[in-house]
């Protein structure tokens, strides 16, 4: 079964540290990989999309990496503000499926 | 700047009463997609189409159905809403199957009492 996870469930931070979340697919066999944000109660923001022949993609103080054979994805989020707060899930559509499937998302707490 | 559209953005209605829930894109995009999100749960796809006149049911079952007469519209109909289906619906759309970048409308909050 084509799975997606994502570790840690839940993330709390003070302001101004770096950190890193995690994704993780059961078949390499993808088109690309997509990071998502989202704020309570409202729609999926999309973040970066990286190419199944990409390694990383940055945009501004986020960095997304790709490793497909080990079926792994990084999204790095460089000096952390409250803003920052919400719930990030990463998308894969795999080659042999007819959706994106959906990680159950890494809850991120940024403490002033 | 993703330009899909989702109308009302938050409903409450009454137990049996019929209501659609709309979901626009003017990306011209082929596939589109509706899931339906519990607070702080995972998302679970509803329904998809891959163009006019598609329509196929999505990894959780629902009494909910779609049409889709026309690329840009994609809406969403409960014929008789119960408090079961209170939650929120997210309607998205991609370029392609695959490589293309999946948008997402900002959702509809639905309160059936």
């Known amino acids: 079964k084509q799975e997606v996870t994502q570790i840690p469930a839940a993330l709390s931070v003070p302001e101004g540290e770096n950190l890193v979340l995690n994704c993780s697919f059961t078949?390499?066999?993808?088109?690309?990989l997509q990071w998502f944000r989202q704020d309570p109660g409202k729609g999926l923001t999309s973040l970066l999309l990286i190419q199944s022949s990409q390694r990383e993609q940055t945009s501004g103080r986020l960095n997304a990496s790709l490793d497909k054979s080990s079926g792994r994805s990084t999204l790095y989020i460089a000096a952390s503000q409250p803003g920052d707060s919400a719930t990030y899930l990463c998308a894969v559509p795999f080659f042999y499926g007819q959706n994106f499937v959906f990680g159950p998302g890494t809850r991120l707490s940024v403490l002033p | 700047e993703a330009d899909i559209y989702q109308t009302p953005r938050y409903l409450v209605i009454g137990t049996g009463k019929k209501i659609t829930l709309e979901c626009s894109q003017t990306?011209?995009?082929?596939?589109m997609y509706w899931y339906q999100q519990d607070p702080g749960m995972e998302l679970h796809l509803i329904h998809y189409?891959?163009?006019?006149?598609s329509t196929e049911k999505g990894d959780l079952s629902s009494e909910s159905t779609v049409s889709r007469i026309r690329t840009e519209h994609f809406p969403l109909t409960l014929e008789s809403a119960r408090p079961s289906h209170t939650s929120q619906y997210l309607c998205a759309s991609s370029e392609a199957w695959g490589w293309g970048e999946q948008y997402f409308g900002p959702g509809t909050r639905l309160t059936v009492t």
């Open positions: 990306m011209g995009h082929d596939k």
């Open positions: 078949d390499s066999a993808i088109y690309n």
């Open positions: 189409s891959y163009g006019v006149n």
